[in-house]
Every structure is written in C-alpha cells, then in structure tokens.
C-alpha cells in the first residue's frame, strides 16, 4: 500500500514512520508533506522519503498513493480527511479525527460518496492485553465499579531521554496565529461560547481523553450519562462520574511534569478486579499488561498478564491494511468517534453550570 504522510512531528518522527519501515511487506510511503521545510528536508531525508510538498492539498493532487496517513495538527484533520476521500484515498488519521461535529459530518459524507475507508487512530483499543480484558470481563458477572485514569508527564520530558526528534523553527507566525483562530471557532462551533478554562478542558478530552473514553466505551459500553465532572488548573485537569445502570465510572485526567505515564483502566466486580496498564506509546515495545485479582475461597491470588511485545500501533496498521484490502469496516470508524464527541460535549456541558 502506497502512502502519503500528513505532518512530520514527534508522533511521526518517533512512531510512525520508524514501524512504516518496519513493515515493508505491507507499506511503502511515497510521499510527505509539513509547512516546515527544515522538517521537509531533515525527516525525508532520515526516512529516504522521495516525494515531499507544503501542503496535504499538494500531496493528495500529486496522487500516486493509496492511502493518506494524517498527523498534522487537529484543527486540519477534518480538511485533509475530506480531501482525501475525494480523490479516492483511504484514510487513517490520528485522534481526535476532528474537534466539531459539523466536520465530522463532512467527513462521514465524504467516505460514503467515495466508498473509502476512514480508520481513527485509537491504538490503545489494538493491545493484546486490552482484547484479554475484554474476554475476562464477559466471564465475571457484574461490574460494581470502574476507574478510568490518564495522569501522565509530558510527553516532550520522555521523548527527549529517549529519542531524536527535530522541532521546527521556521513556521510562519502567521501560521501559528491562523491554526490558533482556527483552533478557537471549531470548539465555539462544537460547545459554544464557554469560558477559556473549559473550552481547554475540551481540548484535553478531544486530545488525551479520546484514547481513555474511547476504550472504555469499547470495553463496558457507552456511558448512560455523566453525573458530575470537574476542571481546574485553566482545563488542565478534569474529574468526572460516568453514570452506567447499575454502576459508575470515576474518570481522572491530566497532564504535569512528573518523568512517567500512569493510564489504566480498571474494572471491579464482586470477586475480580483487573487493570489493563498502558505505558508511554513514545518508547517503542513497552507492553501494556492485564493485571488480575481474583479471590477463590479463602486464597487471593495476583497475576500479571503480557500478551505479547509487539506494539499497538503495529496492530493498528496491520489491522488498517486488512481493512482495506478485505473491504471491512473498522471498529474505530467516524461513526465511533462521533460517540466519543457527543460524551465530550455532556462532560463540558456539566463542566460549565
């Protein structure tokens, strides 16, 4: 499969184009495109990538690919999805697909019109230990209870222990000041007019929180409703009570300085409780582990489940490729990240009384 990369950052410098060369039996990237010419030049030239524009616009009307993988900044997902499913190009763009609701009818309506596959990068949901947990659960009766946690150091003070990124200097600062307009009208047109501190918590959700909601929609259903939530430090952290039937979810979300990753999900029912524990995806091949206790007459017994080495990010794409060879529809598709969307704005909506 002939790919277009969209954006050339940290997430693609450390992640995505080092397991694209990894797979050269099912990819081949033709071609990329950033507004940064230092990282046109310095990222094409490390990843020997022959084909390089300014623009998505250039990349998707030069054609010669089969698939764009989107990983530019998210107010300019939406735009590049569309443009790409109608010039007949698949599609796996990172999350949040979109900020609004109104993009991501755009973009269900271009993948229909141009019967293409539009795949949201959700790779928590693709770990072997995840998949584990959702099979245990079906076997352990009733949940009393859940936690969704995501308080993680920033991502910046790990990549920099662990890998070369190059971050540019040569963005225009029209640019900056253009993508932060942009950023301000798509979140007034999803949310309204909101005070900043929530309109950044909205961003925290669409950015962080979509993996944590995502996968816990997947592994216990969609949430009834939200009881109660809570933000402070400007949007920086949210708390929040998911309401299921008969039980409720506490989520905790934010971001500090600490040198670490702690995102779980964890799950208690009457004699089990488990823990799928993710680590930083910016270190290549560090498992992500089910974690059990389970109490058995008198005895409690502890075990630690790794599935296997192999990243989610490698079943994602492996999981993209047969999508769209084999013509299937993908688990994370528009349509599941709507959800995630409608949960958001509940969030903010009782973020803001």
């Known amino acids: 499969m002939r790919l277009g990369v969209i954006g050339l950052g940290e997430v693609a410098q450390v992640v995505h184009l080092p397991l694209l060369s990894a797979l050269p039996e099912l ?14 030049q310095s990222v094409g030239d490390r990843f020997a990538i022959p084909r390089r524009y300014r623009t998505s616009a250039d990349l998707i009307a030069a054609g010669d690919i089969d698939a764009v993988l989107v990983l530019s900044s998210d107010e300019y997902h939406a735009e590049a999805v569309v443009d790409a499913a109608n010039h007949g190009l ?62 993680i150091g920033r991502n910046q003070l790990i990549i920099d222990q662990t890998a070369h990124v190059v971050r540019p200097g040569d ?19 999803a949310i309204g007019d909101v005070p900043p501190a929530v309109a950044n918590a909205y961003r925290l959700l669409c950015g962080l929180g979509s993996h944590d909601l995502s996968a816990m929609r997947e592994l216990l259903g969609p949430a009834r409703g939200v ?30 300085e600490q040198l670490r990753f702690d995102a779980h999900l ?28 389970q109490t ?39 349509e599941d990240f709507v959800a995630d969307l409608s949960l958001f704005a509940e969030l903010v909506r009782h973020l803001d009384k």
């Open 90 to 151: 698949h599609v796996l763009v990172e999350k949040p697909m979109c900020l609004s609701p109104r993009e991501a009818e755009m973009i269900i309506d271009a993948r229909d019109r141009n019967g293409v596959t539009v795949m949201v990068g959700y790779m928590r949901r693709f770990a072997p230990a995840f998949l584990e947990a959702k099979e245990l659960l079906t076997g352990l009766g009733r949940v009393n209870f859940a936690r969704v946690h995501d308080v």
């Open 227 to 256: 009881h109660a939530a809570r933000q402070w430090r400007d949007g920086g952290y949210i708390t929040a009570l998911l309401e299921y039937d008969d039980f409720v979810v506490a989520y905790e979300t934010g971001v500090d």
């Open 266 to 293: 964890e799950v208690f029912t009457d004699t089990t409780s488990f823990r799928v524990q993710y680590d930083t995806p910016y270190v290549r091949h560090l498992p992500t582990t089910l974690q059990v206790e």
């Open 296 to 334: 058995s007459g008198d005895a409690i017994t502890r075990t630690v489940r790794r599935p296997h080495l192999k990243d989610p990010y490698t079943y994602e794409w492996e999981y993209f490729h047969q999508c769209v060879t084999a013509g299937e529809r993908p688990k994370t598709d528009p």
């Open 27 to 40: 990819f081949e990237v033709r071609s990329a495109c950033d507004l940064s010419p230092q990282l046109l």
């Open 171 to 189: 963005l225009p600062q029209s640019a900056v000041q253009e993508r932060g307009a942009r950023a301000r009208a798509l979140v007034s047109d």
